[in-house]
T-cell receptor
Framework: DQQVKQNSPSLSVQEGRISILNCDYT??????FLWYKKYPAEGPTFLIS?????DKNEDGRFTVFLNKSAKHLSLHIVPSQPGDSAVYFC?????????????FGKGTKLTVNP | GAVVSQHPSWVICKSGTSVKIECRSL??????MFWYRQFPKQSLMLMAT?????????EQGVEKDKFLINHASLTLSTLTVTSAHPEDSSFYIC????????????FGPGTRLTVT
Protein backbone atom coordinates (compact mmCIF):
# COMPACT_ATOMS: atom_id res chain seq x y z
CA ASP A 1 0.00 0.00 0.00
CA GLN A 2 1.79 3.05 -1.30
CA GLN A 3 0.83 6.01 0.82
CA VAL A 4 2.82 8.61 -1.10
CA LYS A 5 2.77 8.44 -4.86
CA GLN A 6 4.83 10.15 -7.50
CA ASN A 7 3.37 8.90 -10.73
CA SER A 8 5.94 10.39 -13.06
CA PRO A 9 9.24 8.52 -12.84
CA SER A 10 10.97 11.13 -14.97
CA LEU A 11 10.60 14.66 -16.28
CA SER A 12 12.66 16.57 -18.82
CA VAL A 13 12.52 20.34 -19.20
CA GLN A 14 14.47 23.04 -20.94
CA GLU A 15 16.70 25.39 -18.98
CA GLY A 16 14.84 28.52 -17.96
CA ARG A 17 11.41 26.89 -18.12
CA ILE A 18 9.27 25.75 -15.23
CA SER A 19 9.56 22.27 -13.74
CA ILE A 20 6.47 20.90 -12.05
CA LEU A 21 6.75 17.76 -9.97
CA ASN A 22 3.61 16.17 -8.61
CA CYS A 23 2.84 14.06 -5.60
CA ASP A 24 -0.33 12.44 -4.23
CA TYR A 25 -0.93 10.93 -0.83
CA THR A 26 -3.64 8.71 0.55
CA UNK A 27 -3.39 8.88 4.31
CA UNK A 28 -5.19 11.73 6.03
CA UNK A 29 -2.94 11.47 9.06
CA UNK A 30 -0.13 13.21 7.19
CA UNK A 31 0.14 16.80 8.33
CA UNK A 32 3.50 17.90 7.02
CA PHE A 33 4.97 17.50 3.57
CA LEU A 34 8.51 17.80 2.37
CA TRP A 35 10.49 17.70 -0.84
CA TYR A 36 13.97 16.27 -1.00
CA LYS A 37 16.59 16.23 -3.72
CA LYS A 38 18.83 13.22 -4.03
CA TYR A 39 21.93 12.28 -5.98
CA PRO A 40 23.00 8.63 -6.40
CA ALA A 41 24.69 7.01 -3.38
CA GLU A 42 24.00 10.05 -1.20
CA GLY A 43 21.43 10.85 1.43
CA PRO A 44 18.51 13.10 0.46
CA THR A 45 18.89 16.84 0.89
CA PHE A 46 15.96 18.82 2.24
CA LEU A 47 14.54 21.39 -0.17
CA ILE A 48 11.28 22.81 1.05
CA SER A 49 8.31 21.84 3.21
CA UNK A 50 4.74 22.80 3.88
CA UNK A 51 2.40 22.32 6.77
CA UNK A 52 -1.10 21.04 6.15
CA UNK A 53 -2.54 24.31 7.42
CA UNK A 54 -1.02 26.16 4.46
CA ASP A 55 -1.57 25.88 0.74
CA LYS A 56 1.61 27.48 -0.51
CA ASN A 57 5.20 27.94 0.59
CA GLU A 58 7.85 29.69 -1.43
CA ASP A 59 11.62 29.71 -1.12
CA GLY A 60 13.53 31.33 -3.91
CA ARG A 61 13.02 29.38 -7.11
CA PHE A 62 11.12 26.65 -5.29
CA THR A 63 7.43 26.78 -4.48
CA VAL A 64 5.35 23.99 -3.01
CA PHE A 65 1.58 23.96 -3.39
CA LEU A 66 -0.73 21.82 -1.28
CA ASN A 67 -4.31 20.91 -2.17
CA LYS A 68 -5.45 19.16 0.96
CA SER A 69 -8.91 18.25 -0.33
CA ALA A 70 -7.35 16.51 -3.32
CA LYS A 71 -4.47 15.10 -1.23
CA HIS A 72 -2.12 16.49 -3.82
CA LEU A 73 1.00 18.59 -3.69
CA SER A 74 3.38 19.89 -6.28
CA LEU A 75 6.83 21.41 -6.43
CA HIS A 76 7.47 24.19 -8.91
CA ILE A 77 10.98 25.15 -9.89
CA VAL A 78 11.32 28.31 -11.90
CA PRO A 79 13.48 29.03 -13.71
CA SER A 80 14.91 25.54 -14.00
CA GLN A 81 18.66 25.20 -14.15
CA PRO A 82 20.87 22.28 -15.27
CA GLY A 83 22.13 21.97 -11.70
CA ASP A 84 18.59 21.09 -10.65
CA SER A 85 18.92 17.75 -12.43
CA ALA A 86 18.47 15.07 -9.76
CA VAL A 87 15.87 12.75 -8.31
CA TYR A 88 13.21 14.56 -6.31
CA PHE A 89 11.37 12.77 -3.55
CA CYS A 90 8.12 13.84 -2.03
CA UNK A 91 7.72 12.88 1.63
CA UNK A 92 4.87 13.01 4.08
CA UNK A 93 5.06 13.12 7.83
CA UNK A 94 2.51 12.31 10.48
CA UNK A 95 1.77 10.31 13.58
CA UNK A 96 -0.17 7.09 13.48
CA UNK A 97 -0.75 4.73 16.34
CA UNK A 98 1.55 6.79 18.53
CA UNK A 99 4.42 6.39 16.11
CA UNK A 100 5.77 9.08 13.87
CA UNK A 101 6.30 8.26 10.23
CA UNK A 102 8.15 9.94 7.39
CA UNK A 103 7.13 8.21 4.19
CA PHE A 104 8.61 8.78 0.77
CA GLY A 105 7.29 8.52 -2.77
CA LYS A 106 9.25 6.68 -5.43
CA GLY A 107 10.85 9.82 -6.76
CA THR A 108 10.87 11.70 -10.03
CA LYS A 109 14.07 12.06 -11.99
CA LEU A 110 14.33 15.61 -13.28
CA THR A 111 16.59 16.42 -16.18
CA VAL A 112 17.10 20.06 -17.09
CA ASN A 113 18.58 20.44 -20.53
CA PRO A 114 20.85 23.39 -21.32
CA GLY B 1 22.99 23.29 8.73
CA ALA B 2 22.53 20.23 10.84
CA VAL B 3 24.71 17.26 10.09
CA VAL B 4 23.91 13.60 10.36
CA SER B 5 26.69 11.10 9.94
CA GLN B 6 26.66 7.38 9.26
CA HIS B 7 29.37 4.87 9.85
CA PRO B 8 30.54 2.94 8.00
CA SER B 9 29.88 4.42 4.58
CA TRP B 10 30.25 1.00 3.03
CA VAL B 11 30.74 -2.52 4.32
CA ILE B 12 31.17 -5.96 2.80
CA CYS B 13 30.41 -8.94 4.98
CA LYS B 14 29.99 -12.66 4.64
CA SER B 15 26.63 -14.33 4.74
CA GLY B 16 25.62 -15.25 8.28
CA THR B 17 27.53 -12.49 10.02
CA SER B 18 26.06 -9.40 11.67
CA VAL B 19 26.74 -5.80 10.75
CA LYS B 20 26.17 -2.68 12.84
CA ILE B 21 25.52 0.71 11.26
CA GLU B 22 25.71 3.87 13.33
CA CYS B 23 23.76 7.04 12.79
CA ARG B 24 24.77 10.18 14.68
CA SER B 25 23.34 13.66 14.81
CA LEU B 26 26.42 15.81 15.17
CA UNK B 27 25.12 19.18 16.27
CA UNK B 28 21.63 18.63 17.56
CA UNK B 29 19.67 16.25 19.71
CA UNK B 30 17.33 13.94 17.87
CA UNK B 31 14.52 12.32 19.81
CA UNK B 32 13.41 10.56 16.66
CA MET B 33 15.46 8.87 14.00
CA PHE B 34 14.26 6.97 10.95
CA TRP B 35 15.90 4.07 9.16
CA TYR B 36 15.40 3.49 5.46
CA ARG B 37 16.68 1.13 2.85
CA GLN B 38 16.85 1.80 -0.83
CA PHE B 39 17.17 -0.75 -3.58
CA PRO B 40 18.60 0.31 -6.95
CA LYS B 41 16.29 2.68 -8.82
CA GLN B 42 13.66 2.47 -6.10
CA SER B 43 12.37 4.73 -3.42
CA LEU B 44 13.45 5.01 0.17
CA MET B 45 11.53 2.43 2.12
CA LEU B 46 10.88 3.28 5.73
CA MET B 47 12.00 0.37 7.89
CA ALA B 48 11.46 1.70 11.37
CA THR B 49 11.10 4.74 13.56
CA UNK B 50 13.59 4.90 16.39
CA UNK B 51 12.74 6.82 19.55
CA UNK B 52 15.32 7.61 22.18
CA UNK B 53 14.88 5.50 25.26
CA UNK B 54 12.11 3.30 23.90
CA UNK B 55 11.61 0.47 21.49
CA UNK B 56 11.65 1.14 17.79
CA UNK B 57 8.46 0.96 15.78
CA UNK B 58 8.85 -1.26 12.75
CA GLU B 59 6.97 -1.01 9.49
CA GLN B 60 4.93 -3.92 8.30
CA GLY B 61 7.06 -6.59 6.70
CA VAL B 62 10.28 -5.57 8.43
CA GLU B 63 11.65 -8.28 10.71
CA LYS B 64 12.43 -6.70 14.06
CA ASP B 65 14.58 -9.64 15.11
CA LYS B 66 16.68 -9.32 12.01
CA PHE B 67 17.05 -5.55 11.97
CA LEU B 68 17.84 -4.56 15.54
CA ILE B 69 17.54 -0.85 16.28
CA ASN B 70 18.90 0.81 19.37
CA HIS B 71 18.49 4.50 20.13
CA ALA B 72 20.51 4.73 23.32
CA SER B 73 21.11 8.47 23.33
CA LEU B 74 19.76 11.63 21.77
CA THR B 75 22.59 11.66 19.24
CA LEU B 76 23.06 8.01 18.35
CA SER B 77 20.94 5.28 16.81
CA THR B 78 22.29 1.98 15.58
CA LEU B 79 20.93 -0.55 13.12
CA THR B 80 22.28 -4.09 13.37
CA VAL B 81 21.60 -6.45 10.51
CA THR B 82 21.78 -9.88 12.11
CA SER B 83 22.68 -13.04 10.24
CA ALA B 84 22.96 -11.08 7.02
CA HIS B 85 22.13 -12.71 3.69
CA PRO B 86 22.81 -11.53 0.14
CA GLU B 87 19.24 -10.28 -0.17
CA ASP B 88 19.99 -7.82 2.63
CA SER B 89 22.46 -6.06 0.38
CA SER B 90 21.17 -2.55 -0.01
CA PHE B 91 21.75 1.12 0.68
CA TYR B 92 20.72 1.97 4.23
CA ILE B 93 20.02 5.59 5.13
CA CYS B 94 19.15 7.11 8.46
CA UNK B 95 17.57 10.44 9.18
CA UNK B 96 17.24 12.46 12.34
CA UNK B 97 14.46 14.87 13.04
CA UNK B 98 15.28 18.07 14.78
CA UNK B 99 12.66 19.64 16.93
CA UNK B 100 8.95 19.04 16.99
CA UNK B 101 6.99 16.58 14.93
CA UNK B 102 6.85 17.55 11.30
CA UNK B 103 10.11 19.42 11.48
CA UNK B 104 12.94 18.99 9.11
CA UNK B 105 14.51 15.57 8.91
CA UNK B 106 18.20 15.56 8.10
CA PHE B 107 19.64 12.58 6.34
CA GLY B 108 22.88 10.78 6.70
CA PRO B 109 25.01 9.98 3.66
CA GLY B 110 23.95 6.34 3.66
CA THR B 111 25.71 3.00 4.12
CA ARG B 112 26.18 0.58 1.26
CA LEU B 113 25.95 -2.99 2.58
CA THR B 114 27.08 -5.88 0.40
CA VAL B 115 26.63 -9.40 1.71
CA THR B 116 28.62 -12.06 -0.11
Amino acid sequence: DQQVKQNSPSLSVQEGRISILNCDYTNSMFDYFLWYKKYPAEGPTFLISISSIKDKNEDGRFTVFLNKSAKHLSLHIVPSQPGDSAVYFCAASGTQGGSEKLVFGKGTKLTVNP
Amino acid sequence: GAVVSQHPSWVICKSGTSVKIECRSLDFQATTMFWYRQFPKQSLMLMATSNEGSKATYEQGVEKDKFLINHASLTLSTLTVTSAHPEDSSFYICSARRGLAGGWAYFGPGTRLTVT
